[in-house]
């Protein structure tokens, strides 16, 4: 065997490990995937068999409507509004290229009600909530508040978890409603006020094209966001260890998980609202 | 005599870490046990194993004579209704004021009115030294001292049978801590309960111990009368109780799996 022989074997024995490591890092990768979604499929489970048991705890229910609802009506008003007069300007700017400014009415109220009002509420809500929710259970894990309300004959998922989850699904359609309606509303300050459009025709060329689905679908969507928010939040916060560095890695992980999941739940979700649209 | 804790042959490991590997001990009822042991020796573990908030591998754990390792979660429910608990950090709940910390068990697992629950807690407030007028604030706003006093009126709210002290001096001053000693030897009379302390604290080992129990290496390696730990011959014991750095008790570093 040549000197170039055992040099080429060499080589091939390189790649060889090489891609016997690649494999198994994305066998590992896939493995610890399949692992969590099983953690929190388990935890899930646990918190709504315990939710749908009484005691119910109504304090806690209405104190997290407060938060997720009350709370987050500035920063999703806010998000909304100045969404909804960009989308105005950028549409005006893009559609007057084709003398299709008439159309800006069409085009804010759908993309407020079927993807942005929904989609940004929930991100903001996830970064503002799930972040919280992740904190709080978290802070309570590590400093065995947790540990201490099962010795008091109070059942975690029960108390913490459950009422999270049925304040996310139910506040956040409220929180799109009120999006959509101010994202609206940001469209037409810009596009009568700085645009020059005709109020009235505005406004009735708004609720003229606009369908019960659009804001049935956002509204739907919302529902998902919401239970996705609240879930990752309390999952993290839950299963956190290790002090504060494991607190603050467990709110990172749930406004990222959150957040991952809630723009591949719009796609799904989407065409399959749509699918005969 | 039937002991109220019977722990046989009892072992718990996280990984490669074999934090308890054998621990035998009876405690009996009305007598109030310590067990001491360094850090990271697996005291607290031990303490949750008894609880339930952490399932032990293997051996044999009765309470009452039941056993209760593969208790379901309903009867783990059911026997921590006796069994009053202070926490190492006092673990009392952030968004809750003092006295619906105190209040907590009547109010939310007796279905206590509220007002009827509040006297209750003002009582057990006013039972470990502490006035009306802190009831109303948050435990942020409260002194470390004053928390454990919190805890400690929280764990006795319901009258409890079993009451179990997890660190209960750690982090306080030397007033404070005997102050909180006190108070737990006052309490374990009064309600006649069965107690177990864990701690490193030798001074509070002695003052709430009638019996005191050495745990080290995953084992129980003395356990006897309190008033007998300064006599007894066991030189882990001996280099323990005098903080000693040369023994055979050997210094480890090895990286906690379990806080």
């Keep these: 065997m040549t000197i170039e022989d055992g040099n080429k074997t060499e080589t091939k024995q390189d ?11 994305i066998g590992r990768v896939f493995l610890d995937f399949l692992a969590s979604t099983g953690r929190v499929a388990l935890f899930l489970s646990q ?120 304040a996310g699904v139910t506040m956040l359609p409220l929180l799109v409603l009120v999006a959509d309606s101010i994202g609206v509303f940001g469209g037409y300050v810009v596009s009568v006020y700085r645009l020059g459009f005709n109020p009235a025709l505005y406004l009735k060329q708004t609720f ?9 679908s956002g509204l739907i969507k919302a529902a998902f966001f919401g239970f996705i928010i609240a879930l990752m939040g309390c999952y993290h ?14 709110t990172t992980y749930a406004v990222v998980s959150s957040s991952i999941l809630i723009l591949i739940t719009n796609y799904l979700l989407t065409s399959l609202l749509f699918e005969q649209g | 005599m039937t002991p109220k804790f019977s722990l046989k042959n009892l072992h718990k490991s996280f990984g490669h870490k074999h934090v308890l590997q054998g621990i035998n001990l009876e405690i009996f009822t009305g ?18 194993c008894l609880l339930g908030l952490i399932p032990a591998d293997s051996g044999s754990l009765k309470m009452d004579g039941q056993e209760i390792l593969k208790e379901s979660m309903a009867q783990n429910e059911a026997r921590l209704q006796d069994i009053g608990v202070l926490f190492q950090g006092s673990a009392l709940f952030d968004s809750l004021s003092v006295w619906e910390n105190v209040a907590f068990r009547l109010i939310y697992a007796q279905q206590m009115s509220r007002k009827q629950a509040k006297l209750i807690a003002l009582q057990k407030l006013a039972a470990v030294g502490l006035s009306e007028s802190v009831a109303n604030l948050s435990p942020a706003e409260i002194s ?29 001053d030397p007033i404070f801590s005997s102050v909180i000693n006190d108070l737990i030897r006052g309490c374990v009379k009064e309600l006649g309960a069965t107690a177990l302390t864990i701690t490193h604290d030798m001074k509070s080992a002695r003052a709430v111990g009638d019996r ?30 005098h903080g000693s750095a040369t023994g055979p008790i050997h210094l480890e570093t090895e990286l906690q799996h379990v806080a």
């Excluded at chain 1, 938060?67 to 700017?93: D, K, N, R």
């Design chain 2, 144 to 172: 470390g001292g004053m928390q454990r006093r919190v805890a400690l009126a929280r764990a006795i709210a319901t009258q409890p049978h079993v009451l179990f002290f997890d660190e209960p001096t750690a982090g306080l």
């Design chain 1, 208 to 216: 003229d094209f606009m369908e019960v689905q659009d804001v049935t």
């Design chain 1, 47 to 166: 918190a709504l068999s315990q939710g749908v048991r009484p005691p119910y705890y109504g304090h806690q229910i209405l104190r997290q409507i407060w938060e997720i609802g009350y709370l987050s009506l500035p920063v999703v008003g806010l998000t909304a509004l100045f969404t909804g007069m960009v989308l105005a300007l950028q549409s005006y700017t893009g559609f007057s290229r084709f003398n299709a400014e008439n159309v800006i009415a069409n085009v804010v109220v759908l993309s407020m009600t079927r993807e942005l009002g929904p989609v940004l509420a929930g991100l903001m809500v996830s970064g503002r909530i799930g972040a919280a929710m992740a904190a709080e259970i978290g802070t309570m894990r590590v400093t065995e508040q947790i540990d201490a309300l099962t010795t008091l004959s109070t059942n975690p998922q029960k108390y913490l978890i459950a009422p999270r989850l049925l």
């Design chain 1, 237 to 250: 916060g839950f299963n956190s260890r290790g002090g504060a560095q494991g607190v603050g890695k467990a």
């Design chain 1, 15 to 25: 790649n060889n490990k090489a891609v016997t490591a690649l494999l198994s890092n």
């Design chain 2, 31 to 48: 007598e109030s046990m310590v067990i001491i042991g360094g850090s990271g020796t697996g005291k607290s573990v031990l303490l949750k």
């Design chain 2, 212 to 241: 005191i129990a050495m745990l080290y290496d995953g084992k129980i390696i003395w356990c006897g009368p309190a008033n007998e730990i300064d006599t007894c011959d066991n030189p882990y014991v001996q280099q323990f109780i």
